[in-house]
């Protein structure tokens, strides 16, 4: 379901600008990338990359977007003394940021996310649960799809925990995407 220039206009060759870690796709392996390697960008959504190298893809978090020349990925804001309203918004904004490395679609458009819980503390802070799945159970990129979601609500201002829990049940399948992902994927 990928191809050259997903996510950006045009196919974009660039040499890392040093050591840079990824991990492989589909297969979630963690992977060093040379620095002067010259990769190309397939995907460049929600501040997260998918590059080609040779033939294999690898993901590069955003936190490493420097490696290809790239700013940062912005840290969320939220207003002082923000309701709990605009917290569960900004969590879900957080959760649309979150992309498959090989799918042009976030998770949430993705169908992927099943429920998303804030709660409010004493203290004021927020605890939030993640109940999400995966296209396939047995997809290699679990583990780092699941950690993308812990650290991206856990950038969300108050959020001090986050459950991401995996189910499978009931399964994932192309019904529960949302109709501009079937637009956008040709499924439609």
């Known amino acids: 379901m990928y191809g ?18 990824a991990i492989a796709v589909p297969t979630g392996e963690t992977a060093l990338l040379p620095e002067g390697s010259v990769v190309e960008v397939v995907q460049a959504l929600g501040g997260s990359y998918t590059v080609q190298l ?11 977007g420097d490696a290809l020349g ?3 990925r912005q840290k969320p804001v939220l207003p002082e003394n923000a309701s709990d309203e605009e917290v569960e918004r ?14 042009p679609v976030n998770i949430v458009d993705l ?34 799809l699941t950690e993308e979601v812990r650290r991206r609500v856990l950038e969300v201002p108050t959020v001090k925990e986050c459950e991401v829990e995996l ?22």
Do not use: N
């Open 167 to 188: 189910v499978f049940d009931p399964p994932w399948d192309r019904s529960r995407m949302s109709e501009a992902a079937q637009l956008a994927l040709g499924v439609f």
């Open 90 to 103: 900004l969590v879900w904004e957080q959760l649309r940021s979150c992309y498959d490395p090989e799918i």
């Open 4 to 21: 050259h220039g997903v996510g950006s206009k045009e196919r974009e060759l660039v040499a890392l600008k040093r050591d840079c870690p």
């Open 70 to 72: 790239k700013p940062p």
């Open 54 to 64: 040779g033939w294999r893809l690898f993901r590069i978090d955003g936190a490493d």
């Open 111 to 144: 169908g992927l996310v099943y429920a998303c819980e804030v709660v409010r503390q004493t203290d004021g802070s927020r605890w939030v649960r993640v109940a999400m799945t995966l296209t396939a159970p047995a997809c290699g990129m679990g583990p780092v």
